[in-house]
C-alpha cells in the first residue's frame, strides 16, 4: 500500500499563491511597465509593499523603514533570510533627532502627528491616540548609504498626514527618484498634516505627474477620505 500524503497543505499554499496573484495583478495593472529593482518603503509596517515587489519585480533592494517597535521585530524576522532587504528602525522626516511617535487605537494609522479631533466622526470609527512613545527620526539624505545610491525606482510612503515631511527630508535624493507611491489625504486626519492640494503641489514643482490612484476611502456619507496616488517623472524609462 502506498502511503498516504495529507496534500491539504499544499493545496492551501497553492490556493494562497494563486489568491496574491489575482491581487498583486489588480495592484501592478496600472502601473508603468518599468522594473522596480531599487525600492524605499517608507512606512513598511508589515511589508505589504515590499513582499508584493518582490514577488513581481527583478528587485535588487528593499530599503524598509519603520519606527513601530512590534512592526520592526516583524520585519527583521520576515526579511531576516532575504539579503535584498534591509530594516531601518526609525521614520523618515523633514530633520534628523528624536520625535513623538502616536500610538493610535487602529495601530497602522500611527502618526507623528497628533490625530485630529474631528476624524472619528469623519471616519465613523474611533480614531485616537492610546499612548506616546519616543522614536528616532532621520532625514532620508543623512541615512548613511543613500547617497551612494544613483536611482531609486520607486519610494512607496504610507505615513499618515507626515508626508511632505518625509518628501522635504529627502532633500537632493529627491531627483533621484522616479517614481512614488503615496498616500493621500482628502480630508485633514491629522493635525497639521498635509492633505491632497499640499502633497500634489509639491510633487508637481520637483517634476512629477500624477499617474493614477487607487484604493480610494470613503466614509458613510460618499465623502473621499483618503487613496493612494502614482507618481511618476515623464521621462521614466527602464
Do not use: W
Request: with cysteine.
Amino acid at each position: 500500500m502506498k502511503p498516504q500524503i495529507d496534500a491539504s497543505p499544499l493545496r492551501k499554499a497553492l490556493l494562497c499563491l494563486q489568491k496574491n496573484s489575482r491581487r498583486d495583478f489588480r495592484f501592478f495593472r496600472q502601473f508603468p511597465r518599468v522594473p522596480l529593482r531599487t525600492i524605499l518603503d517608507i512606512g513598511a509596517y508589515h511589508g505589504e509593499f515590499a513582499d508584493r515587489v518582490l514577488r513581481h519585480h527583478p528587485v535588487e533592494k528593499v530599503f524598509l523603514f519603520e519606527p513601530f517597535v512590534d512592526s520592526i521585530a516583524f520585519l527583521e524576522q520576515r526579511y531576516r533570510a532575504e539579503p535584498r532587504c534591509k530594516v531601518f528602525p526609525f521614520a523618515l522626516s523633514d530633520q534628523s533627532g528624536s520625535s513623538t511617535l502616536r500610538v493610535l487605537n487602529n495601530a497602522d494609522s500611527s502618526s507623528l502627528l497628533d490625530p485630529d479631533s474631528e476624524a472619528g466622526d469623519l471616519l465613523h470609527k474611533p480614531f485616537h491616540a492610546v499612548q506616546q512613545t519616543q522614536i528616532e527620526v532621520r532625514r532620508l539624505d543623512e541615512v548613511p548609504g543613500m547617497s551612494e545610491i544613483e536611482r531609486f525606482d520607486i519610494a512607496k510612503i504610507d505615513v499618515q498626514g507626515a508626508e511632505l515631511k518625509v518628501l522635504r527630508g529627502c532633500g537632493d535624493l529627491l531627483q533621484r527618484i522616479q517614481s512614488i507611491y503615496i498616500e493621500v489625504n482628502f480630508c485633514s486626519l491629522y493635525k497639521d498634516g498635509a492633505v491632497f492640494c499640499d502633497t500634489h503641489t509639491f510633487l508637481e514643482q520637483a517634476g512629477f505627474k500624477l499617474g493614477f490612484m487607487q484604493e480610494v476611502r470613503r466614509n458613510e456619507e460618499g465623502v473621499m477620505i483618503y487613496a493612494n496616488a502614482f507618481y511618476f517623472r515623464p521621462d521614466l524609462r527602464a
